[in-house]
C-alpha cells in the first residue's frame, strides 16, 4: 500500500515531552496501518531523546530514525529528513506537541480523498491546513484564535490564497499545514536556520498553492509559554526573523518563481505580515534582550527600507503611525506612543492622531499602545469584569456570583469576557459582554476594579493598585494540584512554576468548596490572599433545586418517566495525552438493557467525542451531551453519576444522589498525577474497577448510601445553596 502521509519529527532536548508526542501518533492507529511513516530526527540531541526514539524504532516499524552528527536546528533537521520521506503529503511536527485521538486516522482518510481527486483529473490540495488547539504551563486551552478566518471559508472546499487573503491573519507556521511533497520539493525554497525558521516554507508555500484546503477539525496540540520555547526566551537569535524575511521576498523576486502568480497585493500584504511580526517580537516583553533593543528596531527600518513594496501607503489608526515610526528608525518616539499613546510633542507633525485611531480596532503591537493608554484612565469602582474556562462563556462559580451580584450589589456593572461572536451569541439575554483582543475588551481590563474567574486571566493584563482579584478555581480537588504537582512531572508536563507563582501573587480572595480544598489550596497555591470558606456558588443551583426544576431538566433531554438517566464523565488523563476511552459505553448499554439511558460527557480537553454511540435493539439509550455548556442540567437530569477521579463527584454529591466511580487505571493516576485522598478508602458510593461491576452496581440502584453520607459529611459542610452570597457580601459593596 502506498504512503499517504511521511510525519517529520525534529528532536532535541525534549525527552520529557517525546514519549507523548510519539504515542499519540503510533500508538492511535493499529500497527497495520501501512498509510503513513514517522521519520524522527535526532539533532544531536544532548538527553535520552536518542535512546527513546531507538526504542519506540524497534518495536514499531512505521517509525525511522535518523540521528544526526552535529546539531543542525530545527530547520537543518527538518532538511535532512526530507531526502528520506516517502509519503505524498508531509507534516512537520514538533516533538514537544502532540496531537489529538483520531487525528492521524482522520488525515489519512483526508489524504485519501485528494489522491482519489487527482486521480480524476482534478487539482489536489497542495497544502491542508488544519485546526489546532493552544494548551499553557498550567494546563488551561484556548481553541485555535483564527478558527473564525477559516471556518466557512473559501478554504474548507479548496481555493487559493489570492481568493482568501485572509488567511494572512492566521499563525503562520509549519506544524498546522500538511504539505503535498511534489509540490513543496518543486518550490525550491528551504527551511531556514535559528528561530523562525518555518516562515521562508510557509509563506511561498502559501503564495504559489494552486489550491488551499482548511480540515475543520483540531489536528494538534500545541504548547504555549513552556520554559525554553522561542516565544517565552530572550535571545539574540529572536534577530534571525529578518534573514527568513528576506528568504521570502527573494522567492517573490524570482523570475522563475513556480505555482501561481502573485498579485501585488499579495506582495503588500506579506510585507505588512512581516513587519507586524518583527514588531510583535520587539514589543513582547522578555524576548529582546534589553542592550540588542536598539539594533533590533534599526534592523525593522532596513527591512522597510528594503522590502517596502512600489507604491506602498501606510494604514491607517494606530499601526499606521507605528509603522511611520519604524520605518524611520523612530524609537524613541515609538516607545512614547506605546506607554502613552501619544507622540512626543516635537515628533506629532506628520503624524496622525492616535486617540481617534483607539475605536476603530486593534491588533499586536497596536494592542499593546492601545491597552497602555487606556491604563493610564482612572479605575471604575462599579465595573466588574467575569470570565470562565479560558474564556469559554457563561459559567461555573463566576456565573453564580454575577447572578447574585446582580441581586445584592447593583452598583456593580458586570462584563464577561468571550473569546468570539459564537460564544458571546451563546450568552444569557441580557449579559453584558467583551470580545477578546477588541479595543473595548482592553479598556475594560485595564479600567475595572473586580475581576472574577475560575482560571487565571492572561498576563498581559496588568493588576493595577486597586483592583480586586476573586479567584474561584473550578473544582474540589481529588488530584494534586499548583505547586503540589512539583513532584509529579507527567503531570506538569512543562508548566512553568515561576509563573503560575506570579498568578498567584495577583489573587486578592481565593474561594473555597470545603474544609479539604481549604487545606490543600493553602500549600498547592501559596499567596497573600483571602481564603473565602463559602462553598462553590456554582453548586448553590443543586442545594436549592426544586422537584419542578428536576422534571424540567428531564424532559429537556427527552427522558421518560420511569426512565433511569446515567450520567458518564470521565476526566481528562495527562499521561495519556487527553481522553481514554476505558469503559465500552455500547457494551455497558447492553448490560443495562433498554430501562437506562446513558448521558456521556467527555472532558472538555478531549476534542473527539466519545465515539460510536448507535442505537441497539434492547439495549440503553445513548446520548452524547459532551457539547452541552450547563453540566448542572446534566446533574439535574441524572438520577446516578458515574465518573473516575473527576471533581464532578463533589459536586453531585451536594445532590445526595448515588455516585459509581469506575476506577480501572486507579494505581497508574495516583502514581502519574497524585491524589490528596485514597478514594478507595473513601468512596463517594460504590466502587468498581470492571465493567461488570459497574453493571451491576447501577442495577442495584442504590448501593452504597452510607459510603454517599460519609462522603457528603466531609466534602459538602458548606453547600447550603448560600455560597454566592456570601461571597458576594465580602468582596462587593451591597445594599443589605
Known sequence: MPVLLSIVLPVHGVERFLPRCLDSLLADTPSTESRFEVIAVDDRSPDRCGAILDEYAAREPRLRVLHLAENQGLGGARAAALPEVRGDYVWFVDSDDWVPEGTVAALLDELAAEARREDGGEAPADVLLTDFTHVYPDGGTEPNPWRHVLTGSPLVAGCTLAEHPALFRTVMSVWNKVFRREFLLGLGVSFGRGYYEDISV?????????????????????????????????????????????????????????????PEALHTLVFERTVQQALTVYDTPGLV???????????????????????????????????????????????????????????????????????KGVRSSARFTAYNAFRRMPLDPGLAVYAAYWHRGYACSPAAIYEKAKELAPAIRGVWVVENRTQAAALPEGVPYVIVNTPAYLRTMATAKYFVNNVNFPRTMVKRPGTVHVQTQHGTPLKAMGMDLRDHPVAADGMDFDRLQEAIDRWDFLVSSNPHTSEHFARAFPGRYEMLDTGYPRNDRLANATPAETAAMRERFGLEPGQRAVLYAPTHREARGGYVPLLDVRELARRLGPGFTLLVRTHYFHTGGPGDLTEQEGAARILDVSAHPTVEDLYLAADVLVTDYSSMMFDYAVLDRPIVVFAPDWEEYKRDRGVYFDLFEQPPGALTTDPQGLAAALLAGDPEPVARAEFRKRFCPWDDGGAAERVVRRVFPTTG
Open 289 to 359: 534582550p534589553v542592550g540588542l533593543r536598539p539594533e533590533f528596531f534599526r534592523r525593522i527600518a532596513e527591512h522597510f527600507a528594503r522590502h517596502r513594496p512600489a507604491g506602498y501607503r501606510f494604514p491607517g489608526g494606530v499601526r499606521g503611525v507605528q509603522y511611520r515610526l519604524a520605518a524611520r528608525g523612530a524609537r524613541r518616539a515609538y516607545a512614547e506612543l506605546r506607554r502613552t499613546g501619544r507622540l512626543p510633542r516635537e515628533l506629532k507633525r506628520g503624524a496622525r492622531a492616535v486617540a481617534p485611531a483607539l475605536k
Open 202 to 262: 510557509t509563506y511561498p508555500a502559501l503564495l504559489a498553492a494552486g489550491r488551499l484546503r482548511y480540515l475543520d477539525r483540531p489536528c494538534y496540540f500545541y504548547r504555549r509559554g513552556r520554559a525554553g520555547a522561542i516565544t517565552s526566551t530572550a535571545s539574540a537569535k529572536h534577530a534571525d526573523a529578518f534573514a527568513q524575511y528576506d528568504a521570502i521576498f527573494a522567492f517573490l523576486d524570482r523570475p522563475d518563481r513556480p505555482g501561481r502568480p502573485v
